[in-house]
């Protein structure tokens, strides 16, 4: 469900008081270790791994000249899991499950020395290494699920139906393959907290917040653009055994999460370049259904390429990649539900804020 501007204030006490929860290596920075925290951030993201960073203030000894909990609780490896929201434990929501990967440290002509901790969420050891590897008559969403269970993830795929009679990993980490894999199929690959998420986009889901410029939407930059827009993509290939060539195609009106309402950048471009919108491309495919399918998601690809922007509103923990907002008070144009493909949830000195970027296929 929708939660308005109103819904979001009575849930979080007015935005008072911006809270958070970071545990590392099992223990509370906070209220166990009692250290001083000035700043934490988390960026969630559809392109590659989750990171997140915090600043600590209050580690070094100035007697032993040693900075405390470097080698030990902010080790490389260990877990981190943090929360935000606002003022009490009932309104933080987990926002990053990950490991440390690399420590920064400071020493500043004034002021404490600091450290800033860093790293990636759970895929991070799947981007790791070079290897290949091959299965047989399977689908890649059943090599999705073998490769988030070897590396102790959730699978949470949806099936993509097409056999294929070889699917071949040449000297890729896993999740630059699963990536592949993802896109030629239309879809999305991210890890958040324990699970591994392999399916379409959610762009035509409800919008999980109503944002509106001067009322929880601080600011927001979008940009239309024709220039990838096609009106049809023809995708061929070779059918051994038949002899004959494999046709598959996507047309406008048929892109992902479309509003009906509203035009994509391909029934634009047709309007504009009538018969000379089209996308002709050969690929290995082994079935009218394979080749549909990857048509599909070349469609997707560029149709996700028509609307793009940027905002930042008050801190909402609800905003994270693979969720839809709702943005209002931008004219009947930009007035509309946008995608999410990127946030970052900052707390500091200045509050909580949240950056995001948008994607959308209609306008």
């Known amino acids: 469900m929708t939660k308005t501007f109103m819904q979001l ?25 009692f250290l001083e925290v000035s700043s934490v951030q988390v960026d969630n993201t559809l392109k590659g791994a989750d990171r997140f960073s915090f600043t600590v203030n209050s580690t070094f000894n100035f007697q032993t000249r040693e900075f405390e909990h470097l080698t030990d609780l902010f080790a490389f490896g260990n877990a981190v899991e943090i929360s935000l929201g606002y003022q009490d434990a009932k309104s933080m929501k987990l926002m990053h499950r990950g490991k440390i990967t690399a420590v920064q ?23 790791k290494g070079k290897a290949s590897d091959n299965w047989e008559n399977t689908k890649d969403s059943d090599v999705a699920e073998k490769l988030a269970r070897k590396h102790g993830l959730n699978p949470v795929v949806t099936d993509t139906r097409v056999e294929h009679p ?3 990993k040449v000297m890729q980490s896993d999740f630059e393959f699963l990536e592949k894999l993802a896109e030629r199929n239309g879809y999305e690959i991210y890890v958040f907290d324990k699970d591994l998420f392999f399916r379409p986009p959610a762009n035509d889901k409800a919008a999980v917040v109503t ?7 601080v600011s927001f930059t979008p940009e ?84 793009q922007g940027s905002g930042e509103s008050i801190g909402v923990p609800e905003i994270l990649a693979d969720t839809n907002v709702e943005l209002l008070g ?3 144009l930009f007035s509309k539900t946008y995608y999410v493909e990127q946030s970052t949830h900052t707390i500091n000195t200045s509050g909580y804020h949240t950056t995001f970027k948008v ?3 209609t306008i």
């Not at 009575?10 to 920075?29: D, E, K, M, S």
């Not at 944002?211 to 939407?217: F, P, Q």
């Not at 195609?249 to 504009?272: K, L, W």
């Open 9 to 33: 204030e009575r849930a979080y006490q007015n935005f008072y008081a911006p809270a958070y929860r970071l545990i590392v290596n099992g223990r509370n920075v906070l209220t166990e270790l």
């Open 105 to 127: 440290t400071s020493f500043p002509a004034s002021g404490l020395p600091q450290i800033v901790v860093s790293g990636y969420d759970l895929s991070y050891c799947m981007t």
């Open 166 to 168: 070889k699917i071949e």
């Open 211 to 217: 944002l509106e410029w001067g009322k929880g939407l």
């Open 224 to 307: 239309i653009n024709i220039s990838e827009q096609v009106s049809k993509v023809e995708v061929r290939g070779w059918d051994v055994n038949a002899k004959k060539e494999i046709v598959g195609t996507a047309e406008r009106g048929n892109e992902p999460g479309r509003d009906a309402n509203r035009r994509s950048g391909g029934e634009i471009v047709n309007s504009i370049c009538r018969d000379t919108g089209e996308l002709k491309v050969r690929v290995p495919v082994f079935s009218k259904q394979e080749a549909d399918r990857r048509a599909a998601a070349i469609l997707k690809k560029r149709s996700e390429l028509f609307v």
């Open 330 to 332: 931008l004219g009947k």
């Open 359 to 361: 994607k959308d296929t």
